[in-house]
């Protein structure tokens, strides 16, 4: 329990510092989106943290405004030009620091993932709500939106089990090169991540865990 409220309040610490650090991003963000087509600046959705809480989670818009409402069903489409720099480069997910100072989310933590996905997990991939959700986990670290689903939730779970100070630092730093890198931005079928429909009987991950 002792590890886990040191977490939290380093992860507020972390946030607070990482939001003025960042601020100019925040500001040319905010301009570029307003810019393109007049919406929103941000996004907002209901996610799931903590024990299967309902949380909503906070972006910077990278899709087009109002595209629900639009015959687009390619992501490439859908996604507009500041939107396909800030995935890139991942900056889209900044506003999530505002979630983290509220103590839905956590620096370090698997990702906050759509609310109907819940029903959908098998008892093992539901562990991954074992801890608060993350700006960047282990499994987009190593392999984000280009691994499969049963891999990544495997990888989130074993997280959960093998939570460590170092092992967080190592993972930041494992997040801050595959940005460099621009690995898993993408599926191999999809410009993001196709939906999670549930692992069917048989299907297992093929993820090892590290020694």
Known sequence: MEQRVMKKLLDMSLAI?????????????????????????????KRATLNGRVFEVYKFRTMKEHVENHSVTDDDDRITK?????RKIRMDELPQLINILKGDMAIIGPRPLLVRYLDRYNDEQRHRHDVRPGLTGYAQAHGRNGVSWEDKFAMDVWYTQHITFIGDVKIILDTVMTVLKHEGIS????ATMEEFMGTPAGITSTWRAPN
């Open 17 to 45: 510092v990482l939001g003025i650090l960042t601020s100019p991003i925040w500001i040319v963000s905010a301009i570029a989106i307003k810019a393109y087509d007049g919406g929103h600046i941000f996004f907002k959705q």
């Open 187 to 190: 599926s191999e079928t999809s």
């Open 82 to 86: 500041p939107g396909k720099i800030l």
